[in-house]
């Protein structure tokens, strides 16, 4: 039973049953200071019910109630504040952690349901860039938190691969690209000619049309346009796999925006069958007023599918194929609207499972403040940056600890977990500026930091070089610093499911934050390894320290290096 039942139990029978255990579990408050408590009722609830002021009722709950499973029970002003019996709590949270290891904190609330994870989805023939990097690590600890609640995560990479900007990309190639040029570089030259490509349409339409040609041509089955598409397809996924694998990133599918193309036809005669589709100015459209939304754009005039087209086509192949207890979109707040309009669709063509597709909205990245923009030229490529990342780590631990034997790979760890914690650590809807003096700081509230707090305890634990005894284990907890720690642990699985409920891993990276800081503090005051009578207790509190951290880390993606 956690804390909150147990104070909630007993003060609903201290009231009679005048208020629920449940009732009282949603008001219960953690006070500011340990010095106050653990957890606090507030009297204000019950004033207007009892006629009596907070204090006094305060006053004689706190003398009514069975306090025998707590240290103490005061009355404190207008609350009643509750200390939780420090010795038996951390004796049974230190016990649970250590038996189940990395499965603390482990549910089966999501019963093997399947759950789709749309995520990175980058464009072909484009660099990979720092604008892909929320995406695909948001959606990846997704999985990893989902997973660990006993659902399916099912990833997929839905690549951007189909679309006007490929017949403008093929319009350029046509005009002025060299194959041997675009094989020896493929993904720098695909960028050039798009950059240049599309200022050439923005000057001029006919341009512009020719590109709506070239697209026509692929969705028609055209020969030629599919073998130069699907030429730029297979050099850009080489360069994106050997990025993946440096962010530690796998996919149980890839499946682009093409994959889609035969499916359209499908969904557009659903809609006309259901009387959906009217036509206005030559287009076809759903009219979503009623959502209080623009109409939703099906057809173009030149029979052209759009993005929303193909995203009816893709969430019914999902249903049909994986029959999802939810399906999330890890995709930029700036499709907010897109999403909106999909679901309304969805809809009103009588699909009422899309209530269980979720958008998963993130800022943006910017750098020096500016937005990034492949069109205008403005990237700054992923790969160089995790590189850089890495080099920046090697050379701050070659610095504190130079004979560390494997340390390029201790660098890649921490040099990529960095930009990986920095991301995950953001609040989803806020964007942040991409800065890697930052991110890559071994002080501070940074991946490094986690990961040297996980490592300095392993230290300790190979100097100890005793194994912690698991058998009648009674943990002495005499100092504040000890107990806060406690407290953050067997918050952990609470901590797992709102990040779960909130799509939102920043509740992970900062309960990892706030442990290491923790365990920092209580590391300042206390002599871990000092040979007397409650050793054997703060070596299993720190043994489950580590444990946890490791397990907050992993569920973000980020290793935890045993040597830093």
Known sequence: MDEKQLVSQALSAALDGALGVDQIAAIIEKPKSSDLGDLAFPAFQLAKTLRKAPQAIAAELAEKIDASGFEKVVAVGPYVNFFLDKNATASGVIHEILTAGEHYGDENIGAGGNVPIDMSAPNIAKPFSIGHLRSTVIGDSIAKIYEKLGYQPIKINHLGDWGKQFGLLITAYKKYGDEATITANPIDELLKLYVQINAEAKEDPAVDEEGREWFLKMEQGDEEALRIWKWFSDVSLIEFNRIYGKLG???????????????????????????????????????????????????????????????LATAVYRKNTFNFVKSLYVVGGEQTNHFKQLKAVLKEA?????????????????????????????????????????????????????????????????????????????????GYDFDLDE??????????????????????????????????????????????????????????????????????????????????????????????????????????????????????????????
């Open 439 to 564: 991110m890559v700081s071994f002080e501070g509230e940074t991946g490094p930091y986690v990961q040297y707090a996980h490592a300095r305890i392993q230290s300790i634990l190979r100097k100890a070089n005793r194994p912690v005894n698991l058998d009648n284990l009674e943990l002495k907890i005499s100092d504040a610093e000890a107990w806060e720690i406690v407290k953050y642990l067997k918050d952990f699985p609470t901590i797992v499911k709102r990040a779960a409920d909130n799509y939102e891993p920043s509740v992970i990276a900062k309960y990892a934050i706030s442990l290491a800081q923790a365990f920092n503090k209580y590391y300042a005051h206390v002599r871990v390894l000092e040979d007397n009578a409650e050793l054997d207790s703060r070596l299993a509190l720190i043994s489950a320290t580590a444990t946890v951290l490791k397990e907050a880390l992993r569920l973000l993606g980020v290793a935890a290096p045993e040597n830093m």
């Open 350 to 430: 009588g699909y009422d499972w899309s209530d269980d597709m979720v958008h998963v909205p993130f800022g943006m990245v910017t750098q020096g403040g500016k937005k990034f923009s492949t069109r205008k030229g403005h990237v700054v490529k992923l790969e160089m940056a995790l590189d850089e990342a890495v080099e920046r780590a090697e050379k701050q631990i070659d610095e504190k600890n130079p004979n560390l034997a494997n340390k390029e790979e201790v660098a890649k760890q921490v040099g990529v977990g960095a930009v990986k914690f920095y991301d995950l650590k953001t609040d989803r809807n806020n």
């Open 249 to 311: 990133v796998t996919f149980d599918h890839f499946m682009g925006e093409s994959f889609y193309s035969d499916k359209m036809d499908a969904i557009v005669e659903d809609l006309e069958n259901k009387n959906l589709l009217h036509e206005s100015k030559g287009a076809l459209i759903v009219d979503l007023e009623k959502y209080n939304l623009n109409p939703a754009l099906i057809k173009k005039t030149d029979g052209a599918t759009l993005y929303i087209t193909r995203d």
